[in-house]
């Protein structure tokens, strides 16, 4: 298992790393300098031939973590090397201002306070959560919105030891599709607000701002399980006939859905089991259920061969929905689309 932890400049990787249990800790411009100890010094196709040679060399090695950069600013310094190099990758996101306020008390970082960060920050996710989709690896932005950074690292050193046991949302998605095997037609069907009208954990009055910072990685799902677990550990609750729950199904898209239908779900999976059973749909949910995964269940479905219909409503299920053959996006009750997708690009979609 090699990871690698990205992130801009004063975001703390340095602070994780030092805490990381289980793995070997490697610091890449240590590992820079080794190999080439005026490396600062170099022209940017030396620098690019040195990174390229230290990620070849790291490839003798297993069950490490190193830090990177994606890029200094409109510099692209990642190379398909690194790429290569890495099982998974992590992106510690760190709210801009905080960035810009660490930025001006840092003489050897103040140099990047020309730079639009929220827009470098962006930049450099999209990038890599894009690479990650081309070539079936694992992407997780690390973010703690209601905070806007981590003041405790705890969480982030459980997750590590998370994916170093095994955890990884593209191998889940590998064995969802072929749990669902080859088929002529198969439709994806996100659950909360698209099968049903409501939201699942919402009816339970369970509330959370895990998905405030918009990114919907395995991290997110990851602390969402955790979350809606506890919370539901400590409330007198017992579940329901999904009847009496007055739970409502979406007929707009009954109509639409074609061929094996399964649901994807983020939410309860007991109030899921009884959905999926009264309706002869297989459910798929958990931790590993993200947005991501649900993308490569549509991505390994159609290396087999099969034709995807899919549904949702958010940005949970917006790369699902791009890949898939036909992707139908769910309209809220006033006719608008989610305010998770305000900046993506809906071209192609099918609004129901």
Known sequence: MRI???????????FILNAVRNLEVLSGSTLLRKIAPDFHDLANAEKDAIRKQLAQDLKEKDRFIMDGH????????????????????????VDPEILAKRMEDSIRNNKYLKYDLKRWQDFEIDSLREYCHKNNKDFYVIDNPEKGFFANINIILEFIDS????????????????????GEL??????????????????????????????????????????????????????????????TVNERIMGLIKGKAVILTMGHYGIWKQIGDKNNMPIFY??????????????FLQDKGTQILAFGDSMNDY???????KGYLVLKKDGNTSASLKEKNLEGLLFV
């Open 4 to 14: 690698g932890l990205y992130g801009l400049p004063t975001a703390g990787k340095t």
């Open 163 to 182: 994916i170093v046991c095994g955890f990884s949302c593209v191998k889940y998605a590998e064995d969802i599709a072929n749990k669902i095997g080859a």
């Open 70 to 93: 994606y890029s200094f600013g409109d510099k692209v310094v990642f190379t398909e090397e690194d790429g290569s190099l890495y099982d998974a990758f992590l992106y510690l996101y």
């Open 186 to 247: 198969v439709s994806l069907v996100d659950g909360d607000k698209t099968f049903i009208l409501e939201d699942s954990s919402t009816c339970l009055g369970y509330k959370t701002h895990l998905f405030d910072g918009n990114f919907y990685t395995g991290f997110q799902s990851w602390r969402h399980n955790r979350e809606l677990m506890d919370y539901l550990s400590f409330i007198d609750y017992s579940l329901q006939d999904v009847d009496e729950m007055n739970l």
């Open 319 to 325: 790369y699902m929905l791009k890949q898939a053959h």
């Open 286 to 299: 958990g931790p590993q259920m993200c947005s991501d995964t649900k993308y490569f269940v549509s991505k």
